[in-house]
Every structure is written in C-alpha cells, then in structure tokens.
C-alpha cells in the first residue's frame, strides 16, 4: 500500500514538532503539510485531499469538530487531543483513533496500522467516557459561504428556517446556509433562548416583537426586524411559556 499523505493540524508547534519526529523516516507516511489553526487546516484539506490528517479539538478560531464541517470530502482523522470528554463525538464523525496527550510513538503507529489493515478501529478498544460533555448549548456556528468561513455568534440569529437537509440561519447581517437539520438545532441550541415555533422554524425569542394569537389555532410572532413567522399551536404554548405570560 502506498503512504498516507498525511496533514496535522495542531496550534501549538512543540506538539506538532513531536508528531514529526513520530514520523520521520515512516514509510507508511508522507506529511505534506501542517496548520497551527483549523481556517488553514481547512484549506489545505480542500487544496490538498490528504489520506490522513492528525487533528487536535482545541484550538483558537474554530475547533477541530467545526473545521470538519467545513470540508468537502473528509479524509481518515486521527484525533490527538488532551481531553478525553470528546470521544464519543469524535467516534461520531467516524474517527480513526482518538489519542489522548501525552502518547507514546508506538501509540500513534498503532493507530495509522490499524488504518492500513482495516481503515479504521472500533470505540471499544478506546476507553471511552461514560458520558460525552459536548451536549453544552452552543455559542457559535461556523458556516463557509464561497471560500470564505464566517463565524456566526448564536446572540445574532433571529431565526433558522428549515430547507430540506439543509437550514437557513437568518442574521441580522444577513442569511446563510448549513448542512444540518432542524432537529440538530433544536437540541443543540439553549433552550431558554431559542423555540421550535414551526415544524419549520426556530427562534430565539430575544427577537420578539409582538405575539399574537389570530384566530382558533392560528398565530403569528412579529420579529423587531418587522417580519412575521408563522406559530403553530405547540409553538405557542412553548413561547408563552418560555415568555411567562
């Protein structure tokens, strides 16, 4: 089998150097570049189309979970990380192996055989969390409009609005669009901000205006921006509760 061309994607150099002396002289490896942050990492995943890529979670701008949104075909990942709360989550985006700092050599070769013989590994010869601490409601979504990534605080949407398998994320600057489902949001938003009003429609109820009620089972919220959503009758009743009215 031919070598993996491989990138890493580490913010602090000194780990990254570590990672390349792991693997100099490996014939199952060729690095063909690396990136101190997840907006370059992305680009060179796009530009490059790696085999492999070692990736850690934290890092500044955009974590390593956030970048793999942002690319358009995802290479194998073998994350490299000091935080072992994340696993089961890298597991869901179909992770390699799941390394946790500080590793030995022989730790990060067992982890690129096992892709040379199988492609990838089980969770269960990982010792997994029992429980995963990334269900915190989120702060920011990362979104890639062209070739530029913007980073969109969850305090400026007004609404999402459903498209197919993709939502429409209304700002106050403007719309975008992202590859994920209404449920996703729904569960990963705060709660207290943000209300399913519509089987098409989540809002963060900061942007109310006015509610009203206009007839037996029909609704209406008016946005400060002056647009008015549809609410369905459990959208209602969530609202006024959410509200305290």
Not at 78 to 107: M, S
């Amino acid at each position: 089998m031919s070598a993996l061309r491989t990138i890493i994607i580490e913010d602090e150099q000194p780990a990254r150097e570590l990672l390349q002396v792991y693997l100099k002289d490996n014939p199952q490896i060729e690095i063909v570049g690396e990136a101190e942050n997840g907006f370059i990492g992305a680009k060179l995943i796009n530009e490059l189309a790696p085999d492999l890529v070692l990736l850690d979670i934290q890092m500044p701008k955009i974590n390593g979970f956030e970048m793999l949104e942002l690319l358009d075909n995802q290479p194998k990942i073998i994350f490299c990380t000091a935080y072992d709360q994340y696993a089961i989550r890298a597991f869901e985006q179909n992770a390699v192996d799941y390394l946790l700092k500080p590793f030995a050599k022989d730790r990060l070769l067992e982890a690129i055989n096992k892709i040379q013989l199988t492609g990838k590994i089980s969770t269960s010869s990982v010792g997994l969390p029992e429980s995963a601490d990334y269900n915190k409601p989120l702060s920011r979504i990362v979104v890639k409009d062209r070739k530029e990534i913007i980073i969109i605080g969850v305090e400026d949407i007004q609404y999402l609005e459903a498209q197919d398998d993709y939502v429409d994320i209304h700002c106050t600057k403007g719309k975008w669009l992202k590859q994920k489902t209404m449920k996703y949001f729904e569960n990963a938003l705060n709660e207290a901000q943000f209300v399913r009003i519509h089987r098409k429609y989540i809002l963060n109820i900061e942007m109310i205006s006015k509610l009203d009620k206009l007839g037996k089972e029909t609704y209406m919220v008016l946005l400060k921006s002056g647009e008015n959503l549809p609410v369905s009758a459990s959208g209602y009743q969530k609202l006024k509760l959410q509200l305290g009215i």
